[in-house]
């Protein structure tokens, strides 16, 4: 279980923010799906996906879409995407 913090900004400031929680493990091939779901739950457009932003994510837990990576309008500058680890889950104690 993982979560991702989806938030878009105009000129620095944060408009929209929201945490959405995943039930499975991340999985770098499926990154359009997550990215997907967030924008649905925000009610904004998916943006076209490189293989920068996944690597990006998979190597520094974040994400950063600009107005240059939208087909459709936004009312924002950036949709920034950030991986949240579960912090139900508590490491085991070694003795």
Same mark, same amino acid.
């Given at each position: 279980?993982?979560?991702?913090?989806?938030?878009?900004? %105009?000129?620095?400031?944060?408009?929209? =923010?929201?945490?959405?929680?995943?039930?499975?493990? !991340? $999985?770098?091939?499926?990154? *359009? /799906?997550?990215?997907?779901?967030?924008?649905?739950?925000?009610?904004?457009?998916?943006?076209?996906?490189?293989?920068?932003? %996944?690597?990006?994510?998979?190597?520094? =837990?974040?994400?950063?879409?600009?107005?240059?990576? !939208? $087909?459709?309008?936004?009312? *924002? /500058?950036?949709?920034?995407?950030?991986?949240?680890?579960?912090?139900?889950?508590?490491?085991?104690?070694?003795?």
């Amino acid at each position: 279980m993982f979560s991702i913090w989806a938030k878009t900004q %105009i000129k620095e400031k944060i408009k929209l =923010n929201e945490l959405i929680e995943f039930e499975d493990k !991340f $999985i770098k091939a499926n990154f *359009f /799906d997550y990215v997907s779901k967030i924008c649905n739950e925000l009610d904004i457009p998916t943006p076209v996906i490189l293989k920068k932003h %996944i690597n990006h994510f998979s190597s520094f =837990n974040i994400a950063t879409f600009s107005k240059e990576d !939208f $087909i459709e309008y936004i009312d *924002f /500058d950036k949709l920034i995407l950030e991986f949240c680890k579960d912090e139900k889950v508590k490491p085991s104690i070694i003795q």
